[in-house]
């Protein structure tokens, strides 16, 4: 079969750095899926292969011009998408997801949708008052949901902000925490002060919790409470009860969202209770004003060993027997 070579050039060595990515993994990526050889020498990336091939490459290659243009890196789940984008026709689809910024931290970096499903899943958050959204870690669950909260925080768009989770020990006994009460949740409720920091500056954070702004709790202190004006976030939901989940459900106030996120597959409940995630699916999936949203390996915008440590869990639990219920 014939062979053909089309050349790029790369505006500068950060663009180069940026599209080859760390260890030129952008580079082996794009030649695993479709056969070509992509060799970069200075600012000039050659692809050499069949006719289609080549074509293929640099469409994706074209389609991802804005990132390696501007020297903004590019990552595993931007190069899915472009693909996933090129196979069905959604190229204009794509271009508006480039384009859409929704945020920027304190550091200047733009936050975007990465992917389709995450995309699909913003636009609930936006049109729902209650969005559920299952998937793996480092899919940006929490993240975005952090994201278009502290937004509306700062556009006074709410009254308030509360992050909530059940403090349930990940599969280890974690002993006595001394201090007061925001001493003892804090180790639980981490991951969702690292998103606030993201946004907000650390020192400015305790006067906003002073002032009720931003409320950082334990899912057991929503009980009684009717949550209006805010904008609430329960975490790691795939380790509440279904009478928890109920609860906290059921405090939504009016002007009000609910954002609930978790990963069914990591629940840290004993084996015989089940996660009011699971059974939240199946109750509340034909609710008007509730949306579900689903996110899996290809969304994960870690690390990418962290993706191919989730499809290799996903392969495992597709083909091992289940664990037999504790008595």
């Not at 998937?135 to 940006?140: F, H, I, L, M, Y």
């Not at 007061?180 to 998103?195: E, N, S």
């Not at 009000?256 to 004993?270: A, E, F, H, N, R």
């Not at 009011?276 to 004003?289: N, P, S």
Request: aromatic share 6%; net charge positive.
């Amino acid at each position: 079969m014939s062979q053909t070579t089309a050349t790029l050039p790369l505006p500068s060595p950060e663009s180069a750095i940026a599209l080859a990515g760390s260890g030129e993994d952008n580079l082996t990526y794009l030649a695993h899926h479709t056969g070509a050889k992509l060799i970069l020498r200075g600012q000039e990336l050659m692809v050499v292969g069949t006719e289609k091939a080549v074509a293929r490459v640099m469409a994706v290659l074209q389609s991802l011009a804005p990132y390696w243009q501007s020297a903004k890196a590019i990552s595993r789940p931007d190069l899915m998408t472009a693909f996933h984008a090129l196979d069905t026709g959604k190229q204009e689809e794509y271009q508006a997801l480039q384009k859409t910024v929704l945020a920027k931290t304190r550091r200047g970096e733009i936050v975007r949708a990465k992917t389709f499903r995450q995309r699909q899943y913003i636009k609930a958050i936006q049109k729902h008052d209650v969005t559920f959204c299952i998937g793996p870690a480092g899919t940006g669950k929490t993240f975005l949901a952090a994201v278009l909260a502290v937004q509306a925080l700062l556009n006074n768009e709410c009254d308030r902000l509360i992050l909530t989770r059940p403090a349930v020990e990940a599969g280890e006994k974690l002993g006595f925490l001394p201090g007061d009460l925001q001493q003892k949740v804090d180790p639980f409720l981490r991951p969702l002060y690292d998103a606030l920091y993201e946004f907000i500056e650390p020192e400015k954070i305790p006067d906003l919790m002073e002032r009720g702004k931003i409320e950082v709790a334990p899912l057991a202190y929503m009980r009684g409470r009717t949550l209006t004006n805010a904008f609430v976030i329960v975490d790691e939901a795939q380790n509440t009860t279904p009478a928890q989940l109920k609860m906290v459900l059921t405090r939504l106030g009016f002007g009000s969202k609910m954002i609930v996120t978790g990963d069914i597959t990591q629940t840290d409940l004993p084996n015989y209770q089940k996660s009011g995630l699971q059974v939240a699916q199946t109750i509340l999936k034909d609710v008007e004003g509730v949306a579900f949203c689903y996110l899996n390996q290809a969304d994960v915008v870690r690390h990418p060993l962290v993706q191919r440590i989730v499809e290799a869990y996903e392969r495992s639990e597709n083909t091992s027997p289940p664990a037999p219920k504790r008595s």
